[in-house]
């Protein structure tokens, strides 16, 4: 069984750039959440795609955005870079069979610096 | 929305000893209640979770409990060993396992 694996490991980027984040889920799981973790913090809910669409989002703006492939793996893009915007950003994968969720598996994220 | 909070902050006991950790959730439709682990530059990796149709769930030296009343769950560590020394995440959701709600860790430290 191959787990959630994450590119890149580390990144550094300067202020108003754009990044993409990449994620290769779990086998046998067809869906993909991102969170942030900054600091000291617990992870932050971004997003979640689910058949390639987004299903549900947290409290980031617009251009915070993903996509899922039919693969399931899954894409984390962010434009306009802050300097708040340094974390860790994890990416988690879970089946989702009808209403039943399977419990959420992370990788082991991508640390992004903004200077 | 749902708001998580946890506590201690940091917890530190001594081998053999057991530790408690406590989390209280708002959201009364929240019924996915996992704990995770993270060690330093780690991925969060999932301990053990419950359902809100259970009270109390255990695995060997790990065990929750819920009290959907009070609206709080706590993670209990028996027998602790050096290397359940990490960072404790609670979380609750509810969505199954969607769209998880962390609280803000407590770091445990076990002292050999």
């Known amino acids: 069984e191959t787990g959630v694996t994450q590119s890149p490991t580390h990144l550094i980027k300067t202020r108003g750039q754009q990044v993409t984040l990449r994620c290769s889920s779990q086998?046998?799981?067809?869906?993909v959440s991102w969170y942030q973790q900054a600091l000291g913090q617990g992870p932050q809910f971004i997003f979640q795609?689910?058949?390639?669409?987004?299903?549900g989002r947290g409290n980031f703006p617009p251009r915070f955005s993903g996509l899922q492939f039919p693969n399931y793996s899954s894409e984390l893009n962010v434009n306009a870079l802050e300097l708040d915007d340094s974390a860790l950003y994890l990416c988690?994968?879970?089946?989702?069979?009808?209403?039943?969720?399977?419990?959420?598996?992370f990788g082991n994220g991508t640390r992004l610096t903004v200077t | 929305g749902e708001n998580v909070e946890q506590h201690p902050s940091t917890l530190s006991v001594q081998e053999g000893d057991s530790a408690v950790i406590k989390c209280t959730y708002s959201?009364?439709?929240?019924?996915?209640f996992p704990w995770y682990k993270q060690e330093l530059g780690k991925r969060p990796q999932l301990i053990i979770d419950?359902?809100?149709?259970?009270g109390e769930k255990k695995d060997q030296r790990i065990a929750v409990t819920l009290n959907k009343t009070a609206k709080h769950f706590s993670l209990h560590i028996t027998e602790t060993q050096p290397e359940d020394s990490a960072v404790y995440f609670c979380?609750?959701?509810?969505?199954?396992?969607?769209?998880?709600?962390f609280g803000q860790g407590t770091r445990l430290t076990i002292n050999p």
């Open positions: 988690a994968s879970s089946s989702r069979q009808g209403s039943y969720n399977s419990p959420l598996h």
């Open positions: 086998s046998g799981h067809n869906t």
């Open positions: 795609y689910y058949r390639e669409e987004e299903n």
């Open positions: 959201d009364s439709a929240s019924n996915y």
């Open positions: 419950i359902r809100s149709n259970v």
């Open positions: 979380a609750a959701s509810s969505q199954g396992a969607q769209k998880l709600v």
